[in-house]
């Protein structure tokens, strides 16, 4: 198990993706009118609920049931394999991570605890091109391509992380 600490939480605040500010549902509006069909992964309950709403159906759904770790989240999506795993706040469980090696087309990655930091192996593990979504909160949202030099950065930071056992 990875765990954040001091030094690491700082790190994941600078953003190596696009960042696209305002209110929702505009980052979600402006989003669609750059998107390909792209492979997406949306990471947290409104990120997904949004993407839908404009609609764009993400490939790979990595959710908690909440919002802001307390609100409750709920919204159905049918057609998705579920698989729930366990990871408490400010980890990336053995769990999640082999969760998102096994990544696949249709799949619903259900969290037991919270998602906050599944947008790393997400980046790892996406196929090249693929593009990761998840919610800056009360900013907009933040939008990274798995390229070779965003995997790079990811694979830096998460080194720094604490490893328990």
Do not use: C
Request: aromatic content about 8%; cysteine-free; charged content about 35%.
């Amino acid at each position: 198990m990875l765990r954040l600490t001091e030094e690491t939480r700082d790190l994941f605040k600078k953003h190596i993706g696009r960042v696209i500010k305002g209110e929702i549902p505009y980052p979600y509006i402006e989003f669609k009118k750059s998107y390909k069909n792209e492979f997406i992964i949306s990471v947290g309950d409104v990120v997904t609920k949004n993407l839908i709403r404009v609609g764009i159906k993400p490939d790979l759904i990595v959710i908690d049931g909440k919002s802001m770790r307390t609100k409750k989240e709920e919204f159905e999506i049918e057609g998705y394999e579920e698989i729930r795993i366990k990871n408490p706040p400010g980890t990336i469980t053995d769990e999640l991570w082999e969760a998102m090696k096994r990544m696949k087309q249709k799949q619903k990655i259900f969290i037991e605890g919270e998602e906050d930091l599944a947008s790393l192996p997400a980046i790892l593990f996406a196929p090249p091109g693929a593009l990761i979504i998840y919610g800056i909160p009360g900013e907009g949202i933040e939008i990274i391509e798995a390229n070779e030099n965003n995997k790079k950065i990811v694979r830096e930071s998460i080194e720094k992380m604490e490893v328990k056992k």
